[in-house]
């Protein structure tokens, strides 16, 4: 269901390690949106609120004993390194996006992530039991896929581009991709109509039966009349 990607080679369709096989035509391909990434997968509303609450505490424990100034003066640095952090990790989560690409065809999704370390992710709809679909702002929203089987997939290792707090079985989430809902219908379709198509598979040829040991051979009976003569005799 998943395999490793070689950093160093040449993509022939972006996004995906090979190309399709015949019959299998892209239907949608795009990216998260970094600033939806940045701010609802990396917390970023949380960890602003936290260096405000520190800013005010030092604030109000301070300013009846020191001069305003003071106070002011030891209680921006709060802020300021609240800013320095959510920077560091706005800039995560714009790598995060721009080194992602998403890939929906007509058999399966694809999922090219991570920045340092790049895997890609194929999940053919046949191997799907669910998808979720969660609105966000800005028309962006997140897809998260239930699959059956295949290989243990890490948390870790997908992560951002997973459901959160889903650790002991990982969803791996489309997220925050612009314009979703209509992405999230194109899925519908598609896998309903895969799933529609019969799976034929070449059963295999039957073991040839031994035949059962040959009996004698009965030996030919006597005519009654030549019977009689030899009792007769």
Same mark, same amino acid.
């Given at each position: 269901m998943s395999q490793h990607h070689d950093d160093f080679a040449v993509e022939p369709i972006r996004g995906l390690p090979e190309l399709p096989p015949e019959g299998e035509t892209? &239907?949608? *391909?795009?990216?998260?949106d970094a600033f939806a990434l940045s701010w609802q997968a990396l917390s970023l509303p949380w960890i602003a609120g936290y260096f405000v609450v520190l800013a005010a505490w030092r604030f109000l424990s301070l300013v009846d004993l020191l001069p305003m100034g003071q106070?002011?003066?030891y209680s921006v640095p709060f802020l300021g390194l609240g800013a320095i952090v959510l920077g560091l990790l706005g800039a995560f989560g714009y790598v995060q996006a721009r080194s992602t690409v998403y890939t929906v065809t007509n058999r399966r999704i694809a999922m090219r992530v991570g920045a340092a370390l790049t895997v890609? &992710?194929?999940l053919p709809y046949?191997?799907?039991a669910a998808a979720d679909f969660a609105p966000g702002r800005r028309g962006t929203g997140t897809i998260a896929l239930h699959t059956l089987g295949g290989p243990k997939l890490s948390y870790l290792t997908l992560w951002p581009h997973v459901r959160p707090w889903r650790i002991s079985v990982p *969803?791996?989430?489309?997220?925050?991709?612009p314009d979703a809902e209509r992405v999230a219908r194109l899925i519908a379709e598609a896998a309903e109509a895969r799933v529609a198509v019969p799976q034929v598979a070449q059963?295999?040829?039957p073991a040839p039966v031994a035949a059962p040991p040959s009996a004698p051979a009965a030996r030919p009976a006597r005519p009654a009349a030549a019977a009689a003569?030899?009792?007769a005799e």
């Open positions: 892209i &239907l949608w *391909q795009g990216r998260p106070v002011i003066g890609t &992710l194929n046949t191997r799907i *969803q791996p989430a489309l997220r925050c991709i059963a295999a040829a003569a030899v009792a």
